[in-house]
């Protein structure tokens, strides 16, 4: 049975807590709640030494890390929970999670946040999600997740369980992320298009083809991946290394099958590009001196998420020039304030920022020396200096 142990306590009034992103516009937010299924779970970080490829039967002398790592769904609705809710927004995740120490422990965390966990089922048999990554020096790298793990329990009947208990209203988002089977996915995607609720994922390179197949490309109004899975859904093989390509390419196999697809795609260090309405932005990131860049891309899919809600435009109007730096022209749209929330997140050693909150994004902004625009500065409630000084 699910964990009822209360819904989101949250304060309703969204323009007066001073550490909460507010609208954009001074008004309401756009969505004001967060439905989502994905893995949750924990795991450990091992650094290792040698900047060679791991081999197929290799043996690696790794140092264990004290770095703190979570599972997607987690990661992706920490921000917007941490980010939003106190100012009225809700998060509803949908999972399961072993009856094991790891994962009470979970269902705390989620609730401390100021997610409800009415909807995340204690499963008996089998234990909590649970991943070991490793990063090599560059900080690429990679990991291995358990694929016989409570999360793996999710099903498509659970989805339609949750619903039930959560009729449709205006201004809703369903997020569909890894690590729990691509059916119950389907499903949330599925409902969440028959109610008129904005719809996000998330796919791992290896279930691309599977998650096309079964039409989940169709359902998805926001899809965010990284260029190895990017380029899986294009079809391209490893020779074609060139981001803007890659990028492109995956658009334009999308766009046959949902014309009216936004796309995320993050490069790593030489950030990431946004497609909208045939559109494409390149966002360069910002360059910080990074402790772990675990969890950074689902930390940037949280920042989006949040700016969607705050009523930012998915992105910019017009693309930087080569060479450009982040925050060249003042920062104004939902891809931005994603990639601001991605640099702070790899300052951290843990895959979840234990300290973001929005008045520390304002803050990192201010000390970055980043140019905002009248809506973003608001959103972030930065007062704009006097000529002195005040």
């Known amino acids: 049975m699910g964990v009822q142990r209360g819904e989101c306590m949250r304060n309703t ?21 967060l439905i989502g299924t994905g893995g949750i779970g924990s795991g450990m970080l091992f650094q290792l030494t040698d900047e060679h490829t791991l081999g197929r039967n290799e043996s690696r002398l790794g140092v264990l890390t004290d770095s703190r790592d979570y599972c997607k769904l987690h990661i992706i609705c920490h921000y917007p929970a941490v980010l939003l809710g106190r100012g009225g927004f809700a998060v509803y995740p949908i999972g399961k999670v072993g009856k094991d120490a790891e994962g009470f422990a979970l269902l705390a965390q989620l609730e401390d946040t100021g997610m409800s966990i009415a909807h995340v089922e204690i499963a ?24 016989n793990s409570a999360s793996g329990l999710v099903a498509a009947l659970d989805i339609e369980r949750a619903l039930q208990e959560l009729p449709p209203g205006a201004g809703e988002l369903v997020l569909a992320a890894p690590e729990v089977p691509i059916e119950a996915r389907i499903a949330l995607l599925a409902e969440g298009r028959a109610r008129g609720s904005f719809t996000v994922a998330s796919v791992l390179a290896a279930e691309a083809e599977t998650f096309g197949r079964l039409g989940g490309y ?14 899986r859904i294009a079809g391209l093989d490893e020779a074609c290394a060139d981001g803007g390509v890659i990028a492109e390419r995956c658009y334009n196999a999308l766009k046959a099958e949902q014309p009216e697809i936004r796309l995320i795609m993050t490069d790593g260090a030489d950030g990431c590009y946004s497609y909208e309405a045939g559109r494409c932005i390149h966002t360069p990131s910002l360059r910080v001196e990074a402790v772990s860049t675990a969890g950074a891309g689902d930390a940037l899919l949280g920042g989006v998420i949040s700016g969607l809600c705050c009523g930012l435009p998915f992105m910019k109007e017009q693309s930087l020039g080569p060479g450009a730096v982040f925050g060249e022209t003042p920062l104004s749209s939902a891809v931005e304030l994603g990639v601001l929330l991605a640099a702070l997140s790899v300052t951290s050693p843990h895959s979840i920022h234990p300290d973001a909150d ?3 994004l304002g803050s990192f902004a201010n000390e970055n020396g980043l140019a905002l625009n009248d809506a973003f ?11 002195d000084g005040v």
Do not use: W
């Open 377 to 387: 500065r608001s959103m972030l409630q930065i007062k704009e200096e006097s000529e």
């Open 218 to 231: 169709r359902l998805t109004d926001l899809l965010a991946v990284n260029r190895e899975e990017a380029r």
């Open 358 to 360: 929005a008045r520390l």
């Open 13 to 33: 009034n969204t323009n007066t807590h001073a550490n909460t992103l507010r609208p954009a516009d001074g008004a309401d937010y756009r969505y004001t709640r």
């Open 124 to 147: 008996e048999a089998v234990r909590t999600l649970f991943s070991v990554c490793f990063q090599y020096p560059d900080l690429s790298g990679g990991n291995l997740t358990t694929a």
